[in-house]
Protein backbone atom coordinates (compact mmCIF):
# COMPACT_ATOMS: atom_id res chain seq x y z
CA UNK A 1 0.00 0.00 0.00
CA UNK A 2 1.66 3.36 -1.43
CA UNK A 3 1.20 6.07 1.68
CA UNK A 4 3.83 8.58 1.01
CA UNK A 5 4.50 12.19 -0.38
CA UNK A 6 6.54 13.26 -2.99
CA UNK A 7 8.16 16.88 -2.05
CA UNK A 8 7.88 18.95 -4.99
CA UNK A 9 5.33 17.15 -6.84
CA UNK A 10 2.18 18.29 -7.44
CA UNK A 11 0.09 15.63 -5.92
CA UNK A 12 0.66 13.53 -3.12
CA UNK A 13 0.23 9.52 -3.70
CA UNK A 14 -1.75 7.74 -1.16
CA UNK A 15 -3.65 4.83 -2.27
CA UNK A 16 -4.35 6.97 -5.41
CA UNK A 17 -5.74 10.20 -3.41
CA UNK A 18 -4.74 13.41 -4.32
CA UNK A 19 -2.95 16.08 -1.21
CA UNK A 20 -5.71 18.90 0.13
CA UNK A 21 -6.24 22.03 -1.81
CA UNK A 22 -5.95 24.82 0.69
CA UNK A 23 -8.51 27.24 0.89
CA UNK A 24 -9.97 30.53 2.80
CA UNK A 25 -13.14 31.60 3.80
CA UNK A 26 -13.58 35.18 5.48
CA UNK A 27 -16.80 36.76 7.15
CA UNK A 28 -15.98 39.96 5.94
CA UNK A 29 -12.75 41.42 3.82
CA UNK A 30 -13.22 45.05 3.88
CA UNK A 31 -13.67 47.02 6.72
CA UNK A 32 -12.72 50.44 9.27
CA UNK A 33 -9.64 49.58 11.10
CA UNK A 34 -8.94 47.91 13.71
CA UNK A 35 -10.83 45.62 11.39
CA UNK A 36 -11.80 41.92 13.23
CA UNK A 37 -12.15 39.32 10.59
CA UNK A 38 -13.04 35.58 10.99
CA UNK A 39 -10.98 33.46 9.05
CA UNK A 40 -12.15 29.47 8.36
CA UNK A 41 -10.42 27.26 6.79
CA UNK A 42 -12.33 25.65 3.85
CA UNK A 43 -9.87 23.03 2.23
CA UNK A 44 -10.85 20.08 0.24
CA UNK A 45 -9.20 16.95 1.62
CA UNK A 46 -10.13 13.63 1.98
CA UNK A 47 -8.91 12.99 5.56
CA UNK A 48 -8.00 15.45 8.62
CA UNK A 49 -6.64 18.64 8.05
CA UNK A 50 -4.13 18.50 11.17
CA UNK A 51 -2.48 21.78 10.94
CA UNK A 52 -2.99 25.25 9.67
CA UNK A 53 -0.69 28.26 9.52
CA UNK A 54 -2.01 31.64 8.60
CA UNK A 55 0.28 34.47 7.78
CA UNK A 56 -2.35 37.72 7.82
CA UNK A 57 0.10 39.66 5.70
CA UNK A 58 0.59 42.21 8.53
CA UNK A 59 3.16 40.01 10.36
CA UNK A 60 1.09 38.12 12.68
CA UNK A 61 0.44 34.44 12.18
CA UNK A 62 -1.72 31.77 14.07
CA UNK A 63 -2.13 28.02 13.75
CA UNK A 64 -5.99 27.64 14.57
CA UNK A 65 -8.06 26.57 12.03
CA UNK A 66 -10.87 28.83 12.42
CA UNK A 67 -9.66 32.41 13.59
CA UNK A 68 -10.64 35.67 14.02
CA UNK A 69 -7.95 37.73 13.52
CA UNK A 70 -7.69 41.90 13.94
CA UNK A 71 -6.67 44.33 11.60
CA UNK A 72 -5.08 47.43 13.93
CA UNK A 73 -3.24 49.90 11.53
CA UNK A 74 -5.03 52.97 11.14
CA UNK A 75 -4.34 53.18 7.32
CA UNK A 76 -6.25 52.48 4.34
CA UNK A 77 -4.18 49.28 3.83
CA UNK A 78 -5.03 45.77 2.09
CA UNK A 79 -3.50 42.37 2.96
CA UNK A 80 -2.89 39.64 1.26
CA UNK A 81 -3.21 36.26 3.57
CA UNK A 82 -1.68 32.93 3.16
CA UNK A 83 -2.71 29.54 4.84
CA UNK A 84 -0.88 26.19 4.89
CA UNK A 85 -2.63 23.14 5.90
CA UNK A 86 -1.39 19.74 6.37
CA UNK A 87 -3.21 16.46 6.25
CA UNK A 88 -2.89 13.57 8.24
CA UNK A 89 -0.68 12.04 6.56
CA UNK A 90 1.80 15.19 6.21
CA UNK A 91 0.79 16.60 2.91
CA UNK A 92 0.93 20.47 3.17
CA UNK A 93 -1.26 22.88 0.65
CA UNK A 94 -0.55 26.50 0.60
CA UNK A 95 -2.94 29.06 -0.88
CA UNK A 96 -2.52 32.59 -0.72
CA UNK A 97 -4.99 35.34 -1.32
CA UNK A 98 -3.72 38.73 -2.48
CA UNK A 99 -5.00 41.90 -1.83
CA UNK A 100 -8.02 40.02 0.67
CA UNK A 101 -8.40 41.91 3.12
CA UNK A 102 -9.17 45.70 2.94
CA UNK A 103 -9.31 48.45 6.19
CA UNK A 104 -10.58 51.28 4.93
CA UNK A 105 -9.55 55.55 6.55
CA UNK A 106 -10.30 58.13 4.72
CA UNK A 107 -8.03 61.09 4.70
CA UNK A 108 -9.06 64.15 6.90
CA UNK A 109 -6.99 67.22 6.42
CA UNK A 110 -7.83 71.20 6.05
CA UNK A 111 -6.49 74.18 5.88
CA UNK A 112 -8.13 78.04 6.05
CA UNK A 113 -7.47 81.13 4.00
CA UNK A 114 -6.60 82.93 7.20
CA UNK A 115 -5.47 82.24 10.56
CA UNK A 116 -7.01 86.05 12.37
CA UNK A 117 -9.69 87.51 11.93
CA UNK A 118 -12.15 90.25 13.29
CA UNK A 119 -15.20 89.20 15.14
CA UNK A 120 -18.05 88.75 12.59
CA UNK A 121 -15.69 88.14 9.99
CA UNK A 122 -15.88 84.94 8.23
CA UNK A 123 -13.18 82.31 7.23
CA UNK A 124 -13.17 79.59 4.13
CA UNK A 125 -11.93 76.08 5.06
CA UNK A 126 -10.18 74.48 2.10
CA UNK A 127 -7.86 71.94 0.63
CA UNK A 128 -10.26 68.97 2.09
CA UNK A 129 -10.03 65.46 0.54
CA UNK A 130 -13.09 65.28 -1.83
CA UNK A 131 -15.03 62.32 -2.84
CA UNK A 132 -17.54 59.81 -1.86
CA UNK A 133 -17.67 61.19 2.16
CA UNK A 134 -19.45 63.00 4.40
CA UNK A 135 -18.02 65.66 6.61
CA UNK A 136 -19.03 67.17 10.10
CA UNK A 137 -17.39 70.30 11.49
CA UNK A 138 -16.66 71.19 14.71
CA UNK A 139 -15.41 75.46 14.52
CA UNK A 140 -15.18 75.25 18.28
CA UNK A 141 -17.37 77.68 18.86
CA UNK A 142 -20.50 75.72 19.60
CA UNK A 143 -21.50 75.64 15.89
CA UNK A 144 -21.09 73.01 13.19
CA UNK A 145 -21.27 72.13 9.14
CA UNK A 146 -21.77 69.33 7.01
CA UNK A 147 -20.55 71.53 4.17
CA UNK A 148 -17.67 70.42 1.95
CA UNK A 149 -15.72 73.68 2.53
CA UNK A 150 -17.91 76.05 4.46
CA UNK A 151 -17.38 79.80 5.48
CA UNK A 152 -18.00 80.41 8.90
CA UNK A 153 -18.32 83.66 10.81
CA UNK A 154 -17.33 83.80 14.52
CA UNK A 155 -19.34 86.02 16.33
CA UNK A 156 -17.17 86.44 18.98
CA UNK A 157 -13.12 87.12 20.04
CA UNK A 158 -11.23 84.28 21.53
CA UNK A 159 -8.89 81.42 20.02
CA UNK A 160 -10.87 78.68 18.40
CA UNK A 161 -9.89 74.83 17.90
CA UNK A 162 -11.25 73.14 14.24
CA UNK A 163 -12.03 69.88 13.74
CA UNK A 164 -12.96 67.90 10.87
CA UNK A 165 -14.53 64.14 10.84
CA UNK A 166 -14.48 62.69 7.13
CA UNK A 167 -16.54 59.28 6.79
CA UNK A 168 -16.37 56.93 3.82
CA UNK A 169 -19.11 55.13 2.23
CA UNK A 170 -18.12 51.97 4.39
CA UNK A 171 -18.71 54.26 7.59
CA UNK A 172 -15.12 54.08 8.18
CA UNK A 173 -14.45 57.54 10.21
CA UNK A 174 -11.22 59.88 10.67
CA UNK A 175 -11.15 63.00 12.52
CA UNK A 176 -8.52 65.92 12.30
CA UNK A 177 -8.24 68.56 14.67
CA UNK A 178 -6.29 71.85 14.60
CA UNK A 179 -5.98 73.12 18.24
CA UNK A 180 -6.10 76.99 18.60
CA UNK A 181 -6.45 77.11 14.83
CA UNK A 182 -7.90 80.58 14.73
CA UNK A 183 -7.34 83.35 16.46
CA UNK A 184 -10.63 86.18 16.80
CA UNK A 185 -9.73 89.97 18.06
CA UNK A 186 -12.68 91.68 19.53
CA UNK A 187 -14.24 94.96 17.79
CA UNK A 188 -14.09 98.19 19.81
CA UNK A 189 -16.93 99.79 20.41
CA UNK A 190 -17.78 103.18 18.81
CA UNK A 191 -20.12 104.60 20.99
CA UNK A 192 -19.82 107.85 22.75
CA UNK A 193 -21.01 110.95 24.20
CA UNK A 194 -20.90 114.96 24.68
CA UNK A 195 -20.39 116.75 27.15
CA UNK A 196 -23.52 118.84 26.33
CA UNK A 197 -25.84 118.11 23.37
CA UNK A 198 -27.18 121.48 23.13
CA UNK A 199 -25.83 125.49 23.37
CA UNK A 200 -27.73 128.50 23.40
CA UNK A 201 -25.00 130.34 21.01
CA UNK A 202 -22.23 130.44 19.22
CA UNK A 203 -18.89 129.38 18.62
CA UNK A 204 -19.65 126.34 20.93
CA UNK A 205 -16.96 123.96 22.22
CA UNK A 206 -18.30 120.18 22.31
CA UNK A 207 -15.53 117.89 23.88
CA UNK A 208 -16.76 114.08 22.43
CA UNK A 209 -15.18 111.08 24.68
CA UNK A 210 -15.29 107.09 23.22
CA UNK A 211 -14.26 104.87 26.42
CA UNK A 212 -13.61 102.25 24.23
CA UNK A 213 -9.88 100.36 25.52
CA UNK A 214 -9.85 98.42 22.40
CA UNK A 215 -9.61 101.09 19.76
CA UNK A 216 -6.09 102.89 18.88
CA UNK A 217 -7.38 105.09 16.39
CA UNK A 218 -10.51 107.23 16.17
CA UNK A 219 -12.04 109.23 12.92
CA UNK A 220 -14.76 111.62 13.82
CA UNK A 221 -17.28 113.92 11.58
CA UNK A 222 -18.86 116.03 13.71
CA UNK A 223 -21.17 117.23 10.76
CA UNK A 224 -20.28 120.44 9.65
CA UNK A 225 -17.93 121.59 7.13
CA UNK A 226 -14.48 120.61 8.50
CA UNK A 227 -14.09 117.07 7.05
CA UNK A 228 -12.83 114.03 8.96
CA UNK A 229 -10.52 114.48 11.13
CA UNK A 230 -8.33 111.27 13.18
CA UNK A 231 -7.00 111.58 16.67
CA UNK A 232 -5.04 109.02 18.84
CA UNK A 233 -6.95 108.88 21.57
CA UNK A 234 -11.15 108.91 22.34
CA UNK A 235 -11.48 112.77 23.49
CA UNK A 236 -11.99 115.07 20.75
CA UNK A 237 -13.10 118.55 21.18
CA UNK A 238 -14.68 120.46 18.03
CA UNK A 239 -15.50 124.10 17.91
CA UNK A 240 -18.82 124.91 16.12
CA UNK A 241 -19.02 128.56 14.38
CA UNK A 242 -22.83 128.39 13.30
CA UNK A 243 -26.20 126.95 14.55
CA UNK A 244 -27.84 124.14 13.21
CA UNK A 245 -28.41 120.70 14.78
CA UNK A 246 -25.23 118.31 13.69
CA UNK A 247 -24.71 114.45 12.53
CA UNK A 248 -21.65 113.30 15.02
CA UNK A 249 -20.21 109.98 13.07
CA UNK A 250 -17.07 108.50 14.51
CA UNK A 251 -15.15 105.03 13.14
CA UNK A 252 -13.34 103.10 15.91
CA UNK A 253 -9.95 101.20 15.00
CA UNK A 254 -7.92 98.22 16.86
CA UNK A 255 -4.53 97.62 16.71
CA UNK A 256 -5.27 94.37 14.46
CA UNK A 257 -7.41 96.88 12.24
CA UNK A 258 -10.95 95.98 13.69
CA UNK A 259 -13.51 98.61 13.31
CA UNK A 260 -16.24 99.87 13.82
CA UNK A 261 -18.48 102.90 13.32
CA UNK A 262 -21.77 104.52 14.81
CA UNK A 263 -23.90 107.83 13.57
CA UNK A 264 -25.93 110.06 15.94
CA UNK A 265 -27.98 112.07 13.44
CA UNK A 266 -28.46 115.43 15.02
CA UNK A 267 -27.11 114.82 17.95
CA UNK A 268 -25.12 118.21 18.71
CA UNK A 269 -27.75 121.32 18.82
CA UNK A 270 -26.41 124.98 18.37
CA UNK A 271 -28.45 127.61 18.61
CA UNK A 272 -27.99 131.68 18.32
CA UNK A 273 -29.40 134.22 16.10
CA UNK A 274 -28.64 134.07 12.29
CA UNK A 275 -27.98 137.01 11.06
CA UNK A 276 -30.01 138.16 7.29
CA UNK A 277 -29.92 141.33 5.58
CA UNK A 278 -33.20 141.99 3.16
Known amino acids: EISACLVGSEMCIRDRSFKPIARIAADTTIGCAPFAVLFSDSSISDTNIVSCLWNFGDGLTATQQNVSHTFMNQQ ?4 SVNLIVTDTFGCSSSVTQHNYIT ?3 PNSFFNANTFEICALDSIQLNDVPSGNFTYQWNFGDGTSSTQYQPYHAYQTDSVFDISLTVTDSNGCANTYTRP ?3 TVHPIPSPNFNANQLTSTCYPASIIFNNPSSLASSWEWNFGDSIGNRVTQYGLAQHLYHQPGQYDIFL ?3 SPFGCSDSITKPQYISIL ?3 AQID
Request: proline share 6%.
Open 76 to 79: STSY
Open 272 to 274: GPT
Open 103 to 105: TTL
Open 180 to 182: SYI
Open 251 to 253: KVT
